[in-house]
């Protein structure tokens, strides 16, 4: 799929390669990360709490720790890049999990492959538990008809941090996603299994009202395209349609 209009922002991420790595809690362990793919673990919680994730690096190399969901979507308090008391290769990242179940840990690496050291703990806490969303990973998308239009709310103050929506086009042609509303919303676009690196990203591309973001790309029949609805705001209601030119 390939970005066709305007105000659109490619957002790049290193993928990850290969089946996620236990990563017990508790305990440290040695790994290493290459620039061309990032270094994934998988983590099992038995109920809601705050995840902590630390990688220690003396090799002088630039890395960078996400904390996602099972999906592969980074949480929204689980990015850490920050290189603690300035030192680059050391991370620490600390997520709030608001149910039992697996999440993915990635360890990405700027500069040139790094070896490291990672240790994850767990405060198992009931207050930080939050209510099931029921479209809020891209595993749990909401069909999306071409043509149709959608309402959603979206409420980050209550955990529901995303809606989410899989489209499968009909036919080859352009594809343009729209949002309209009055409250502030961020558009994106993702193809199938890369859920950490957005094809299309739209934020203000209308400036006569906050939600109204459009985006345009190629597709293809019967390939998978998935759409994210986000706020920067304690709320947002918005309605979403796709419409289609094409062969």
Same mark, same amino acid.
């Given at each position: 799929?390939?970005?066709?209009?305007?105000?659109?922002?490619?957002?790049?991420?290193?993928?990850?390669?290969?089946?996620?790595?236990?990563?017990?809690?508790?305990?440290?362990?040695?790994?290493?990360?290459?620039?061309?793919?990032?270094?994934?673990?998988?983590?099992?919680?038995?109920?809601?709490?705050?995840?902590?994730?630390?990688?220690?690096?003396?090799?002088?190399?630039?890395?960078?720790?996400?904390?996602?969901?099972?999906?592969?979507?980074?949480?929204?308090?689980?990015?850490?890049?920050?290189?603690?008391?300035?030192?680059?290769?050391?991370?620490?990242?600390?997520?709030?999990?608001?149910?039992?179940?697996?999440?993915? *840990?990635? %360890?990405?690496? +700027?500069?040139?492959? $790094?070896? !490291? @050291? &990672?240790? =994850?703990?767990?405060?198992?806490?009931?207050?930080?538990?939050?209510?099931?969303?029921?479209?809020?990973?891209?595993?749990?998308?909401?069909?999306?008809?071409?043509?149709?239009?959608?309402?959603?709310?979206?409420?980050?103050?209550?955990?529901?941090?995303?809606?989410?929506?899989?489209?499968?086009?009909?036919?080859?042609?352009?594809?343009?996603?729209?949002?309209?509303?009055?409250?502030?919303?961020?558009?994106?676009?993702?193809?199938?299994?890369?859920?950490?690196?957005?094809?299309?990203?739209?934020?203000?591309?209308?400036?006569?009202?906050?939600?109204?973001?459009?985006?345009?790309?190629?597709?293809?029949?019967?390939?998978?395209?998935? *759409?994210? %609805?986000?706020? +920067?705001?304690?709320? $947002?209601? !918005? @309605? &979403?349609? =796709?419409?289609?030119?094409?062969?």
């Amino acid at each position: 799929m390939l970005l066709r209009v305007f105000f659109v922002t490619v957002v790049a991420a290193i993928p990850a390669r290969g089946e996620p790595t236990p990563l017990p809690l508790g305990q440290t362990q040695h790994g290493s990360a290459d620039t061309d793919a990032a270094t994934v673990y998988r983590v099992s919680v038995d109920g809601p709490g705050v995840l902590t994730v630390a990688v220690r690096s003396d090799q002088g190399f630039d890395l960078g720790v996400e904390i996602a969901d099972v999906d592969g979507q980074t949480l929204p308090d689980g990015y850490g890049d920050f290189d603690d008391f300035g030192k680059m290769g050391d991370e620490q990242v600390a997520a709030t999990l608001g149910a039992a179940g697996d999440y993915l *840990v990635y %360890v990405m690496a +700027y500069e040139q492959q $790094a070896g !490291y @050291v &990672i240790g =994850a703990t767990f405060l198992p806490m009931p207050e930080a538990a939050l209510p099931e969303d029921p479209h809020g990973r891209p595993g749990t998308a909401a069909p999306m008809e071409v043509g149709r239009k959608t309402g959603g709310t979206i409420r980050p103050a209550r955990g529901d941090h995303y809606d989410w929506y899989v489209i499968t086009p009909a036919r080859n042609g352009v594809m343009t996603i729209y949002t309209r509303g009055d409250d502030d919303v961020v558009l994106e676009a993702y193809e199938p299994g890369e859920y950490r690196e957005a094809i299309a990203w739209a934020d203000e591309t209308d400036q006569t009202a906050g939600g109204n973001e459009s985006i345009s790309l190629d597709v293809h029949e019967n390939e998978r395209l998935y *759409v994210r %609805v986000s706020t +920067y705001a304690e709320s $947002a209601d !918005y @309605v &979403i349609t =796709a419409g289609m030119v094409g062969e």
